[in-house]
């Protein structure tokens, strides 16, 4: 089906900056709990190794991603590991949770344009669940920025244009009320807007549709990197992989 550049609600500033972080949290819950993107550690130990870095610049951010689970086996193998979360919207509750219990991560108070990096975030530059929130002209400047900059970058996503991804988006308000209240950290508002006044699960509802509908395919992230200027100097992967009963569709590249 083809790509539909629809709106999700937390990309527009003037959406409540709470139930934007009770909708991160859910999503970096999820990720982390259902282990999705453990078939991308080989992924990204191969674009550390090749970029010869031991720092990750996560953009886009939100409430931390799948990084808080990937991280148990990254460290292994790179124990001097660093994860630096950053995003235009910081979730600072989320990220001052995890950095609590994980003393490899750190954090960037300041928003944070993932179409602009500053340039003493120096480390691969990952973006788990968020790189279909940008329209291709913005999606192609993330690439570009990065090779202008020599830095290593990999995007992931966990749904894709299909029947089965948008059939689970249809269901999530469903998980939704079922997770909350494992969330951490705890907030009443988040029961309250969960249970009594159930926004979170609408909004879920809606930007996971709409995720679905915009996901990059294969294809499109190829034709995006054919754009960048200099992307030649570049290695790229880009592939699909299956995780449970799902799939992760993932674009790396790293200087060659």
């Avoid at 998980?175 to 009594?196: H, Q």
């Amino acid at each position: 089906m083809p790509r539909i550049q629809a709106f999700e609600f937390e990309d527009f500033p003037w959406f409540p900056a709470f139930i934007r972080n009770y909708m991160t949290d859910f999503l970096q819950f999820l990720a982390n709990a259902s282990d999705f993107f453990k078939p991308v550690v080989p992924v990204i130990e191969k674009a550390l190794a090749h970029s010869k870095t031991n720092t990750i610049v996560d953009l886009a951010s939100g409430g931390g991603g799948g990084l808080v689970r990937l991280s148990k086996y990254l460290v292994a193998s790179h124990p001097d590991l660093k994860i630096v979360l950053t995003d235009f919207y910081p979730n600072l509750d989320a990220f001052r949770h995890i950095t609590e219990k994980r003393p490899c991560f750190r954090y960037v108070e300041d928003p944070v344009n993932a179409l602009a990096v500053p340039r003493d975030l120096v480390g691969l530059r990952t973006q788990f669940l968020s790189f279909h929130h940008f329209a291709p002209i913005q999606a192609r400047q993330i690439l570009q920025n990065a090779v202008d900059n020599g830095s290593p970058i990999g995007i992931f996503e966990a749904q894709e244009r299909s029947l089965p991804s948008l059939l689970a988006m249809f269901v999530s308000p469903i998980t939704v009320l079922i997770t909350t209240p494992f969330i951490r950290p705890f907030r009443a508002g988040r029961i309250i807007f969960t249970y009594l006044v159930p926004l979170v699960p609408l909004f879920i509802w809606w930007d996971g549709i709409v995720s679905a509908l915009r996901t990059y395919s294969v294809d499109e992230m190829q034709a995006l990197v054919d754009g960048v200027r200099g992307q030649e100097t570049y290695a790229w992967e880009i592939k699909r992989v299956k995780s449970g009963p799902g799939v992760v569709l993932y674009l790396v590249g790293w200087k060659k």
